[in-house]
T-cell receptor, first 116, second 120 residues
Framework: EDKVVQSPLSLVVHEGDTVTLNCSYEVTNFRSLLWYKQEKKAPTFLFMLTSSGIEKKSGRLSSILDKKELSSILNITATQTGDSAIYLCAVRRLAAGGTSYGKLTFGQGTILTVHP | GAVVSQHPSRVICKSGTSVKIECRSLDFQATTMFWYRQFPKQSLMLMATSNEGSKATYEQGVEKDKFLINHASLTLSTLTVTSAHPEDSSFYIC????????????????FGPGTRLLVL
């Protein structure tokens, strides 16, 4: 069974701090790892990682995958109160057939709280 | 692009009634949609994979007679919570991945805004 573990489970920081969120996984036939941000409603997509060692960046957020260590990190620099959310990591395995994509297995999430 | 809608966004019902939740991909087609359930401050739990034109695949522990899924077209899946009870109260979220060549970024799952169900 596929398994995704995130750490820490919760994190409280002050504005301006830099945070690193961790995600480790065990999955058969790994295809990709995705990061999502969830505020009050449904998750919004942040990054999808398929290749090891290639950093993806969007503003103050960046992420990288290490296939050897079966893990990924999500970095947020100069945090703001608007970064407060649950950050979810999910992995997808290769799907059978080829007409659609397989299911995601989610980690338990990291609750990030940024204080002013 | 890649927008997924859900309806209703919130529903309150009496115990014993059935509730239908719709999930639509607005600007892309998806042969597969996914239904999740989420409790407060917890992660998403996959309930079932909805396949257009065929039966849904349910995750272990999810009652298929309780949570009926119908994937009527390439843009619509419905989840019906039958004979709802207070313990079914939760946040239900659907997602879909665009088919290759749909114009939207493929392989990424896009989530609907969710439906909050409260059973009294």
């Amino acid at each position: 069974e596929d398994k995704v573990v995130q750490s820490p489970l919760s994190l409280v920081v002050h504005e301006g701090d830099t945070v690193t969120l961790n995600c480790s996984y065990e999955v058969t036939n790994f295809r990709s790892l995705l990061w999502y941000k969830q505020e009050k409603k449904a998750p919004t997509f942040l990054f999808m990682l398929t290749s090891s060692g290639i950093e993806k960046k969007s503003g103050r957020l960046s992420s990288i995958l290490d296939k050897k260590e079966l893990s990924s990190i999500l970095n947020i620099t100069a945090t703001q109160t608007g970064d407060s959310a649950i950050y979810l990591c999910a992995v997808r395995r290769l799907a059978a057939g080829g007409t659609s994509y397989g299911k995601l297995t989610f980690g338990q999430g990291t609750i990030l709280t940024v204080h002013p | 692009g890649a927008v997924v809608s859900q309806h209703p966004s919130r529903v309150i019902c009496k115990s014993g009634t059935s509730v239908k939740i719709e999930c639509r991909s607005l600007d892309f087609q998806a042969t597969t949609m996914f239904w999740y359930r989420q409790f407060p401050k917890q992660s998403l739990m996959l309930m079932a994979t909805s396949n257009e034109g065929s039966k849904a695949t349910y995750e272990q522990g999810v009652e298929k007679d309780k949570f009926l899924i119908n994937h009527a077209s390439l843009t619509l899946s419905t989840l019906t919570v039958t004979s709802a009870h207070p313990e079914d109260s939760s946040f239900y979220i659907c997602s879909a991945s665009p088919l290759p060549g749909q114009g939207a970024p493929g392989e990424t799952q896009y989530f609907g805004p969710g439906t909050r169900l409260l059973v009294l």
